[in-house]
């Protein structure tokens, strides 16, 4: 469940979603990979079956994370 630091990160990640909309366990995992770097040095270990999108959520957390510096939006 996305945090209230998250939230804003997610719908940027939402945004940066390569496809029309995200299936709900992509949506899961946008927001699980945000709240692991938003704990600075959290490791996360995260599977999902093949198909369903992994490539493509991380990277649009990471790329909304990168897109606010690397800090929590205020």
């Known amino acids: 469940m996305p945090t209230a630091a998250t939230v804003p990160l997610l719908e940027e990640a939402l945004d940066l979603f390569p496809h029309v909309q995200p299936y709900d366990i992509q949506r899961d995992f946008m927001a699980a990979m945000l709240q692991i770097i938003a704990q600075r040095g959290g ?3 995260m599977e999902s079956p093949t198909g369903t999108g992994k490539t493509s959520s991380l990277l649009s957390a990471a790329l909304a994370w990168q897109r606010y510096g690397g800090e929590r939006p205020e």
Request: hydrophobic share 65%.
């Open 43 to 45: 490791i996360g270990l």
